[in-house]
């Protein structure tokens, strides 16, 4: 029997909905998809089971709640920002917003990251991601 985060990982691949009622149904307007690739500085991973945003020095910012779409394409998901290297207090709060643009395939994404929570600690990060192409933006500045 396959699990649900298996499952969900498996629609995700397969372009699919979820294997059943969530919190993320499959009737739910939800960013799913891959934007950046293995080669660039920024990806990220939406599926029906969380968000995930990675940069190249290995910091990476993780939702366990999908990126339900509103109607006007936009999306807000709080979670954690995980520092790569020596960092005193470890992961902090954060939320990721964003809007999408290119009809139902969702070819652009606008991303906006906000570490700390509601008082921020450091400056968002706002980059425009594209399947398959290079990110626009500043990407945080890579631990010593």
């Known amino acids: 029997m396959i699990s649900r985060s298996g499952c969900a990982f498996l629609a995700c691949v397969l ?11 499959p009737d739910d307007p939800v960013l799913v998809g891959q934007f950046g690739a293995a080669d660039v500085t920024v990806e990220l991973l939406a599926t029906r089971a969380g968000v995930e945003l990675v940069s190249a020095c290995g910091d990476y910012f993780v939702s366990d709640d999908a990126a339900l779409l509103d109607g006007s394409g936009g999306f807000e998901v709080d979670g954690t920002y995980h520092y790569a290297g020596p960092f005193i207090g470890g992961p902090a709060d954060a939320t990721l917003s964003g809007h999408v643009a ?5 070819e652009t994404v606008t991303v906006t990251l906000l570490i700390g929570g509601g008082g921020a600690t450091v400056d968002p990060l ?13 990407l ?3 631990p010593l």
């Open 140 to 142: 945080l500045p890579c």
């Open 126 to 138: 706002v980059l425009t991601l594209r399947r398959g192409e290079h990110f626009e933006g500043e």
């Open 15 to 25: 372009g699919l909905g979820a294997c059943n009622d969530g919190p993320a149904g």
């Open 102 to 106: 290119g009809g139902g395939g969702f």
